[in-house]
């Protein structure tokens, strides 16, 4: 079996990488990948040498490119986490998404109908789905809740997972989608909440809580998610959509306190500023359709999987350290150096 993973070099793909690696000592695995900001070669370092593994620097909207490799390599599933994936950097620019989410899913979807595919496995995510009110925890994302966009980034993961649903219908092409809520664990940029709060919390720096925090997203272990993945595209039904969920609701606030609390600092460094546009209030996923048809369950519980993540964020410095010290420094100061605090 050839697997090619798009994004490969990116937080969830490089993680779902070595999970392929482990699990299945007899398939080859592709990473393709641009290697944008959020790309990082130095992450598959341990498995570069893997006789199984190939990396090749590649931008999903490179239709020749794209062909090209097809041609030589012969894919028989195509994994696409590639994907512009942090919301604030939407708001800012919503072009490059457009691109890479939607249109690059296009390309790669041309390829597999022009070289022939068992299946194409589209990674979308619940933020298709809107938001749902904080006042009805009875409130569930399934698979049949209406898509609803708040934000450039899940407009055009939508926009995606629409055309992966026509390419289905109209070529036949075997596709699968799944929804996954907040993934975390190790190798998670260091833009996002929990990594960022990590990062600031041991550097002393100010933790910079959009609002008042109350905002509550359901966290997955990337591990969890990455069986969840390899499920569907091994025995999943073709045509049709996957919710992923960790069942681990949680608020902002009271993760950013929990972080405080595992490294010995004071709270005194939540700093709450400016609310994020159009922010998403709650994400909360139903999973029983994966439980029921493939038998999955989230395995990692967030008091303890947040222990495993401080840990190898504590054991990995020279991961992140040289992430935020380079072009991240332009960022942050883009992102936080004018927000107001409230
Ligand atoms: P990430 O930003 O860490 O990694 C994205 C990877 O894609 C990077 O390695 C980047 O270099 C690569 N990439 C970007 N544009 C590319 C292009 N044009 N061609 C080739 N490669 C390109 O993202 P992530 O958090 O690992 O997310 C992976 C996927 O999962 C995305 O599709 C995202 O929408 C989805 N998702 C993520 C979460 C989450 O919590 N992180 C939740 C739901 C869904
Ligand atoms: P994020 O990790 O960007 O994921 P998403 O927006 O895709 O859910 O943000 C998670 C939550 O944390 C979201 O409600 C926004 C909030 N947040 C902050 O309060 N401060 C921050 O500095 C960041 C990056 C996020």
Known sequence: ???FVTGGAGF???NFVFHMLDTYPDYRI???DKLTYAGNLSTLA??????NFRFVKIDICDREAIYKLFEEEKPDIVVNFAAESHVDRSIENPEIFLQTNILGTQVLMDACRKYGIQRYHQVSTDEVYGDLPLDRPDL???EETPIHTSSPYSSSKAGADLLVMAYHRTYGLPVTISRCSNNYGPYHFPEKLIPLMIANALAD???PVYGEGLNVRDWLYVEDHCRAIDLIIHKGRVGEVYNVGGHNEMKNIDIVKLICKELGKPE???THVEDRKGHDMRYAIDPTKIHNELGWLPETKFADGIKKTIKW?????EWWETIISGEYQNYYEKMYGNRGTI
């Not at 341990?46 to 006789?51: A, D, I």
């Open 313 to 317: 964020y504590l054991d990995n410095k």
């Open 268 to 270: 005194s460094l939540i």
């Open 30 to 32: 592709v990473c393709l």
């Open 1 to 3: 079996m050839n697997i």
């Open 205 to 207: 720096k100010p933790l």
């Open 12 to 14: 969830i793909g490089s």
């Open 46 to 51: 341990p498995v570069m040498n893997n006789p």
């Open 140 to 142: 569930f994302f399934t």
